[in-house]
Every structure is written in structure tokens, then in C-alpha cells.
């Protein structure tokens, strides 16, 4: 699975918009950009993932680079519960594959 | 909702019990995870099952065995608890099969204190 880099932590407003970035420039032709977040003592919860077009469901938008070298998650109406872990995985997408979760930006909402 | 719970959410144990964590999941997924999660070092993969009674290594295997008996039901077991094994443990499960989204579905963790 190709490598991530994201920043450590965020901080944003409730209500505003949030926008985690996540560098993947070894990504391959066939991995996909998934994103999970973890509340604190709490197990890891899917968000959203892509391949190569943008992405948006109840929770999420995920924008992806047209040379999908990176990409961004954005919450846009963040809340207090969205405080939490937020980690980019690029992987193959075969079910049933392992995930490997690096170290993640922590985003904390502030009122 | 996928529903996968996990035995305990907190265990305190001491060095050279044998420990037995359970998770069980209700919705018929094939694939169940078993991973630990550690300050500075993410999540990593223990063991998985494909299917009942099949068991594959993961990047820590040692130390830890597994059981699936049923499909709902996959067993994390400690032989001999060691203080390096004090963690959060996380079980997960997944659909299988060709264009499946491959969405993991967490349990809420045990975190595992070996004394």
C-alpha cells in the first residue's frame, strides 16, 4: 500500500467547513483513497473512499487531484462530535484486505 | 446497522494468564480482523479469517492464536499474557467478494492492561 502523509492535528470552528489534506504521491493505478476516523475510545468508523473522481456521501466529500497525488476530506458543517482521528489510507480495494492506519491528523472542533 | 461488539471494553489481567477476547458481528460478513492499537505505531493486523475455521497470519502474529468456530464469532486468545502485550485490541469485519466497497466495520475496542 502506497504511503500517506498527513498533518498532525487541526483545529477548526463548529459550523465552518474542515478540510484535512493527505499526500499520497506514490499512489498506484489501482489503489483507492479511503478515509476513517477514530472517536476517542472508540474503534475506527469508514468515512469515504474514491479512486479517482470526487466523492461525496452523508458525511463527507472527498476531493481527489486529477494526478491523484492527494486529496482532501471535507466535513463541511463541522460539530463537537466530529472532534476525533482522521486517518488516510490508500489501498488496493479488495475485500477482505488488511487496513494499515498511520498516524492520522487530529482534528479538534472548537465552539 | 452492522452491529460487532467485543467482550470487554476494559481487562486488567497479569503475566502468564491465558486470555480469551471475543467479537461477534450480525451480519453475516465473511472476513473478521483482529488488530492491536498502540500509541505511535497505528493499527496493526494480528490475524484474519476469510471464512469458518480458516485463519491467516498478520504482520504480529506471535504470541496470539485465534478461533472462528462460527461465522459470527472470532476469538482472539493470549496463551501467556505478557506486560508487551498490554493494548488496545480492535476487531473488525467486512463483506467479501468482487466489488464490494470493502468497508471495515469496527467493534469498540478492549483495552488490555497485562500487570
Known amino acids: 500500500d502506497a504511503k500517506t502523509t498527513q498533518p498532525p492535528s487541526m483545529d477548526c470552528a463548529e459550523g465552518r467547513a474542515a478540510n484535512l489534506p493527505c499526500n499520497h504521491s506514490t499512489i498506484s493505478g489501482n489503489e483507492y483513497v479511503y478515509w476513517y476516523r477514530q472517536i476517542h475510545s472508540q474503534g475506527p468508523q469508514y468515512i469515504i473512499h474514491?479512486?479517482?473522481n470526487n466523492e461525496t456521501n452523508e458525511m463527507a466529500s472527498l476531493i481527489i487531484t486529477e494526478d491523484r497525488k492527494s486529496s482532501t476530506l471535507i466535513l463541511p458543517h463541522a460539530t463537537l462530535r466530529d472532534t476525533a482521528v482522521y486517518y488516510c489510507?490508500?489501498?488496493?480495494?479488495?475485500?477482505?484486505?488488511?487496513?494499515?492506519f498511520g498516524g492520522g491528523t487530529r482534528l479538534m472542533v472548537k465552539p | 446497522d452492522v452491529k460487532v461488539t467485543q467482550s470487554s471494553r476494559y481487562l486488567v489481567k497479569r503475566t502468564g494468564e491465558k486470555v480469551f477476547l471475543e467479537c461477534v458481528q450480525d451480519m453475516d460478513h465473511e472476513n473478521m480482523f483482529w488488530y492491536r492499537q498502540d500509541p505511535g505505531l497505528g493499527l496493526r493486523l494480528i490475524y484474519f479469517s476469510y471464512d469458518v475455521k480458516m485463519k491467516e497470519k498478520g504482520d504480529i502474529p506471535e504470541g496470539y492464536s485465534v478461533s472462528r468456530e462460527k461465522k459470527e464469532r472470532f476469538s482472539l486468545i493470549l496463551e501467556s499474557a505478557s506486560t508487551n502485550q498490554t493494548s488496545m485490541y480492535l476487531c473488525?469485519?467486512?463483506?467479501?467478494?468482487?466489488?464490494?466497497?470493502?468497508?471495515?466495520?469496527f467493534g469498540p475496542g478492549t483495552r488490555l492492561t497485562v500487570l
Open positions: 489510507i490508500v489501498r488496493v480495494n479488495n475485500a477482505g484486505n488488511m487496513l494499515t
Open positions: 474514491g479512486l479517482k
Open positions: 473488525a469485519s467486512s463483506l467479501s467478494g468482487q466489488g464490494i466497497r470493502d468497508e471495515q466495520f
